[in-house]
């Protein structure tokens, strides 16, 4: 079922809907995988900080939220340059989370065109996503065409995780159907 929404920058005002889309998305996602100790530590206000960070930064990243009719925020991507250089990717898609209950509707879809486009309009023509390897989720990205990159392992709470990268090698070409 598609929903109504719209693709928008994000502003100041966005922070606390952005960290509550975050928070909510992980509670979810990654329970049994991430520990919970480091799930129910997570803290909105801390959350909200970091946004608020990030979005007064002037240092190329970019956060788009997704906005329903009522102004819900339904989910987000944070993108900018490639900040791993090992990777011959030019742009990163950082963040990319729904909301639960937004998932499966077509705005991860429209959050992952926008993103493109926006990298785009900056020269910014390969980005590379890394996606927790149990996340059930992670199918979406080949879905809309990232292929198989690399992997490695990372700690989440003192938990060794394995990270996936996909990687899109000209955002020119569009997403898969």
């Not at 639960?100 to 590379?128: D, F």
């Not at 990159?149 to 938990?159: H, N």
């Amino acid at each position: 079922m598609q929903a109504s929404f719209r693709i928008r920058s994000a502003v100041p005002a966005d922070v606390s809907g952005i960290a509550h889309v975050q928070i909510s998305t992980w509670r979810a996602t990654y329970r049994g995988l991430v520990p919970d100790t480091y799930l129910g530590a997570m803290d909105p206000a801390v959350q909200e900080n970091y946004w608020r960070s990030l979005l007064s930064a002037n240092d190329g990243d970019f956060v788009l939220v997704a906005e329903s009719q009522d102004q819900e925020i339904a989910g987000f991507a944070c993108a900018g340059p490639n900040r791993d250089v090992e990777l011959s990717y030019v742009a990163e898609l950082h963040k990319l989370y729904l909301a639960p209950k937004w998932q499966g509707r077509g705005v991860g879809r429209r959050l992952i065109e926008s993103t493109a486009e926006t990298l785009l309009q900056q020269n910014l023509t390969s980005m590379i996503v890394w996606v927790l390897g149990g996340n059930p989720f992670r199918k979406f990205y080949e879905s809309v065409g990232g292929a198989y990159v690399s992997e490695r392992t990372i700690e989440v709470g003192g938990a060794p995780l394995l990270d996936v990268a996909y990687g899109w090698r000209n955002l020119r070409q569009p997403l898969k159907a």
